[in-house]
């Protein structure tokens, strides 16, 4: 027997009658996050201001309403929160770079508050965007980061990073109890096409028989991981007593560049699109790679969809 993985489904299999908040709940990996707490029986409730969110695909109670402004969880006595309440995407968050911040911080400040009131537990999702433009390769977790301070970027990056902060420091000082997961590029059905990230961006110009764009030439590394293993990875880490307090690398460390992605997309929809080189945006990471060390050890958990079969799911989901 596999015992990561036995030790994976041990725990989600505990899930059974907990009280479940999910912050960012109408979104991608909302979504899917809600619909596996669902199925495992647990009791869940949505927040999300539908800035990107889809209040069609929700699988639960959802409350519209922005997280900073939350004066009580949609459910009472929650046990456990879910904070995904942030577009991941460059192109939404660089749309109003300040709201990013308010909801970063300020979002994160009043869900661990009411957390706190609750006696709840809080699940951070913060992102290897705090890893910014690595020096170190692999990231692993004690990797303080290489981060511009300035640039269209920069409002999700240290959004993301201070949110982390204020997290450790409530939980040394007030003793709120976090679990922080670091997640890497996520893919899988139920993407938003047009939100500017490059999978369903490929997919949709295949699709259309347009170019494809290659941001900078492709050769930038990304490491994508299936939201069904992200999804699996989260609820493990929820439910992890030695994970309290410290960041866990969520990704695949299956490395490609931007462009052999490009080149798969191509394949997989049988298009004549051919990839065309533009501009590299800017502060775009040049490599992108976790160390899950961390997360095999403390979760028993690693990633399992590969790539193509990931990208066969995105292409069924949009016939």
Not at 10 to 27: F, S, T, Y
Request: proline letters at 6%.
């Amino acid at each position: 027997m596999d015992v990561g993985n036995a030790r994976v489904r041990l725990v989600l299999g505990a899930w059974a009658g907990k009280r479940v908040v999910v912050a960012g709940g109408a979104g991608f990996i909302g979504t899917h996050l809600a619909r596996a707490l669902i199925m495992a029986g647990a009791e869940v409730a949505l927040v999300d201001n539908l800035s990107t969110g889809r209040a069609d695909r929700t699988p639960a109670p959802l409350t519209v309403a922005d997280i900073a402004g939350l004066e009580r969880l949609p459910l009472p006595t929650a046990e456990i929160v879910f904070n995904l309440a942030c577009p991941a995407s460059p192109r939404a968050y660089q749309a109003d770079p300040v709201q990013t911040w308010r909801t970063s911080v300020m979002g994160t400040w009043t869900l661990a508050h009411l957390a706190l009131a609750e006696g709840a537990r809080i699940v951070q999702a913060s992102t290897s965007e705090v890893y910014g433009d690595p020096l170190v390769h692999p990231q692993t977790e004690d990797y303080a980061g290489n981060v511009a301070l300035t640039g269209p970027r920069a409002c999700y990056d240290e959004g993301k990073r201070a949110a982390e902060v204020l997290l450790y420091d409530l939980a040394q000082t007030r003793g709120l109890d976090i679990r922080v997961a670091r997640i890497f590029n996520t893919y899988g059905p139920g993407m938003a096409q047009g939100d500017g990230r490059a999978l369903p961006a490929f997919f949709e110009a295949a699709r259309a028989g347009q170019p494809l764009r290659l941001e900078g030439g492709g050769g930038q590394t990304r490491s994508f991981c299936h939201v069904d293993d992200l999804v699996r990875g989260l609820m493990a880490l929820a439910l992890c007593e030695p994970a309290r307090g410290v960041p866990v690398n969520l990704g695949n460390p299956d490395e490609r560049t931007i462009r052999e992605a490009a080149e798969t997309v191509v394949r997989l929809t049988a298009s004549a699109s051919p990839l065309v080189e533009v501009a590299a945006a800017v502060n775009d990471p040049r490599r992108r790679c976790p160390d899950i060390t961390r997360a095999r050890s403390l979760l028993g958990w690693e990633p399992q969809v590969g790539f193509e079969v990931g990208l066969r799911s995105m292409l069924a989901d949009s016939d």
